[in-house]
């Protein structure tokens, strides 16, 4: 695990866990604590992390989204949960409803790495949007499938990629913080034009 520098960017990140049980203290929130955990080894960048544990309502989950990225200036929301085919599961709309801007790609990677695993990942209607320069992406609900998603299948033949090689990229465009990460986990892609020198030390 890489130790955060000052060297490097800032980032504020929010994580948003919407679950009604969770939320109402019917079991112990997991989404949360693995987002954080995964990114924490990801990403070299210092964080400052915003987090929310909120019930699968719509408007709830839209004026949370608003809050962290208008009020809190997040460069990167994630959210856990919500996002399947049952009434309850509301997130994408949340989501869609604050976009500036639709993102496909990264929900068609997300299906895509989480297919070779189970045939039910066609169930799952994960979107990703940008908001204002800030990027929004919905994850699985599950610590072993947002791991995942974010890092893809490297050892798998052929390699399937995961979403987070494209995400300090897509910040870039956006004119946030240039994040780094620790290729042991994660690689990130960028043209070469945009690949800043290696830091000093």
Wanted: aromatic share 4%; proline share 10%.
């Amino acid at each position: 695990m890489s130790d955060p520098s000052p060297a490097y960017d800032p980032v504020r990140i929010g994580l948003v866990s919407i679950s009604d049980r969770a939320s109402s203290g019917g079991y112990q929130d997991q989404g949360i604590p693995a987002l954080k955990d995964w990114l924490s080894r990801a990403l070299r960048n210092p964080v400052e992390w915003h987090t929310r544990l909120i019930p699968d309502e719509l408007d709830g989950i839209s004026a949370a989204l608003r809050e962290l990225v208008d009020a809190s200036g997040c460069d990167l929301v994630l959210t856990t949960g919500g996002t399947g085919p049952a009434p309850r599961d509301v997130t994408p709309e949340a989501t869609l409803a604050v976009a500036d801007k639709l993102m496909p790609g990264f929900g068609e990677q997300m299906r895509q790495v989480s297919l070779a695993f189970v045939p039910t990942a066609i169930l799952s209607r994960q979107v990703a949007v940008i908001r204002g320069r800030a990027l929004i992406i919905n994850l699985p609900g599950q610590p072993k499938a947002i791991a995942e998603t974010l890092q893809g299948l490297p050892n798998a033949t052929p390699p399937v990629h995961g979403i987070f090689a494209a995400v300090p990229y897509c910040i870039d465009l956006l004119g946030g913080p240039y994040l780094e990460t620790d290729e042991s986990v994660c690689k990130a892609f960028r043209p070469k034009s945009a690949i800043r020198p290696p830091r000093a030390g």
